[in-house]
Every structure is written in C-alpha cells, then in structure tokens.
Antibody, heavy 119, light 107 residues
Framework: QVQLQQWGAGLLKPSETLSLTCVVY????????WTWIRQPPGKRLEWIGE???????NYNPSLKGRVTLSVDRSKNQFSLKLSSVTAADTAVYYC?????????????WGPGTMVTVSS | DIQMTQSPSSLSASVGDRVTITCRAS??????LNWYQEKPGKAPKLLIY???SLQSGVPSRFSGSGSGTDFTLTISSLQPEDFATYHC?????????FGQGTKLEIK
C-alpha cells in the first residue's frame, strides 16, 4: 500500500521561501509523476507542478517562476520550494502521485500541510 | 488554461437519493476527466478516472460519463458516508485544472 508523508514549515512571513518535502513509502518511485497541489481557503484546488523520477518538471505558469521541484531518488523523496511568498500563498499543500496510465490521475495523496503566510 | 465549471456548487439530498453532478470544460478534453471526493480535514480521494473508469476500491454506486466538454458524476443511492465535496479535474493538458467543487449536504 503506497503512502505519502509530507512535512515542512507551516508559518511563514511574506517574502520567505516555502519548503515542503514528501516521502513515498511502499511503492515504486519510478514510472509516476510526483505532484504538488494546493487549496487556498474557500478556493478550488490548484495544480502547482510535477516532477518525474528522472527530474523532468512541469510547472503551473501562474506561479511565475517562483516554483522549484526537486527529487531525491535515493530517499524516495520529492520537494517543493516556492519563493517570495505572500498572503495569497496561504493554503493547504498536498503532495500526490500522478498515475499516467488511465489519463494522468492523482491516485495517492499525502495528508496535506496547512501553510500560513502572515507578518 | 482549460477552465472547469461544476454545477451545482452545492446540493442537498437524502440518503437513498440518486444524485448527479455535472462538470463542463472550456475546451474539448476527450475523456481526460477525473472525479475526486473530499471530506473535511482529509485529502481528496480518486473516484473516477478517464471519465467513466471506477478506481479500485470505490463502490459501484459511483459512476461517471461524458466526453468532449460535458461530464457527469452520478451516485445511484446516496449513503451517509457520501456527504462530502466532489471535484472534477482535467488531465488533457497542463496546467492541470480543477472545478470549483460541489458540496453535497444532507437534506
């Protein structure tokens, strides 16, 4: 049974860098897209970006170059960095596994991390 | 970006009811449409992928249909554990986008 566990700072000040890491337990790291998704309070889910096991990335253009995804295959981990955060980046952040077969679905999710940006 | 619009945004129903939620895409996405169920304090759970394929372990009372721009999620007989928020998501292109969600409440 594949499980994702995530961690990172939950309270940031404006202009700081958000940093979250997700570890994959119990399954293969290769053959999937490892994804970050967020949900601001009262708003819809927003796809942040994805990275595969070899490090190839896809980012949401709406985040204007502030996002960096990385992967550590030796630890079955992938990470998100979002620079220059503002209050608009306050959200629950989820890591998820992107399964390409069947049309790129998010079939396993981490529990979510609430990140608040406040001065 | 492909815009996803769900209707209704909220819905009240009773246990045993048949419920349908719709999702419309701003462009043709063929069958690249997925449905998720979200409960308070929990991560979303995949229900339906590729418009009509049931994810392993999901009860058969859930079904999906549609192609192109118009899709539906149907719950044939509501159970108490089905009261939740439902999200559609297109996987046709990046950025991958979600609908605004449909909150299903007990009448």
């Amino acid at each position: 049974q594949v499980q994702l566990q995530q961690w990172g700072a939950g309270l940031l000040k404006p202009s700081e860098t958000l940093s979250l890491t997700c570890v994959v337990y119990g399954g293969s790291f290769s053959g999937y897209s490892w994804t970050w998704i967020r949900q601001p309070p009262g708003k819809r889910l927003e796809w942040i970006g994805e990275i595969n096991h070899s490090g190839s990335t896809n980012y949401n253009p709406s985040l204007k170059g502030r996002v960096t995804l990385s992967v550590d295959r030796s630890k079955n981990q992938f990470s998100l960095k979002l620079s220059s955060v503002t209050a608009a980046d306050t959200a629950v952040y989820y890591c998820a596994r992107g399964r390409v077969a069947g049309g790129h679905t998010f079939d396993v999710w981490g529990p979510g991390t609430m990140v608040t940006v406040s001065s | 970006d492909i815009q996803m619009t769900q209707s209704p945004s909220s819905l009240s129903a009773s246990v045993g009811d048949r419920v349908t939620i719709t999702c419309r895409a701003s462009h043709d996405i063929r069958i690249f449409l997925n449905w998720y169920q979200e409960k308070p304090g929990k991560a979303p759970k995949l229900l339906i992928y590729a418009a009509s394929s049931l994810q392993s372990g999901v009860p058969s009372r859930f079904s999906g249909s549609g192609s192109g721009t118009d899709f539906t999620l149907t719950i044939s007989s509501l159970q108490p554990e089905d009261f939740a928020t439902y999200h559609c998501q297109q996987s046709y292109s990046t950025p991958r986008t979600f609908g605004q969600g449909t909150k299903l409440e007990i009448k």
